[in-house]
C-alpha cells in the first residue's frame, strides 16, 4: 500500500480570470493535488488550454477531484463559472 503525505496547501481566491496553481507549490517530488470547489462552480483544464464558462471540465460548488503528475499539475488552469468560487488545493507527495 502506497502512503501519501500532505506537502503543502493554498487557497486561490481570484479565479476571474484563468490562473494556474502557484508555480513555487509545483515541485518535483509532488505525486497529486486534491482541489475542491468552494462557493461556486469553477471550469478547469489540465491540458494548457484556457478555460471560460464554457470550456473545460466543470467542477460543482463542494465537489473535489484528484490531479494526477507534474505534467497535468503544471498545466492545470482554472476559471470561475459565474459565480464567487475560491479553489482550496491540497499538495499531496509519496511518504
Known amino acids: 500500500m502506497t502512503v501519501y503525505n500532505v506537502s503543502d496547501r493554498e487557497t486561490i481566491s481570484s479565479l476571474t480570470a484563468s490562473v494556474g496553481f502557484t508555480s513555487a507549490k509545483l515541485v518535483a517530488y509532488l505525486q497529486y493535488a486534491v482541489i475542491q470547489a468552494i462557493a461556486g462552480n469553477v471550469r ?7 478555460p471560460t464558462s464554457s470550456l473545460g471540465l466543470r467542477l460543482l460548488q463542494d465537489a473535489s477531484v484528484e490531479i494526477w503528475g507534474t505534467t497535468a499539475m503544471n498545466k492545470f488552469r482554472c476559471i470561475d ?9 491540497v499538495y499531496m507527495t509519496r511518504a
Do not use: S, Y
Open 81 to 89: 463559472d459565474g459565480g464567487t468560487a475560491k479553489l482550496e488545493v
Open 44 to 50: 478547469f483544464t489540465v491540458d494548457g488550454t484556457t
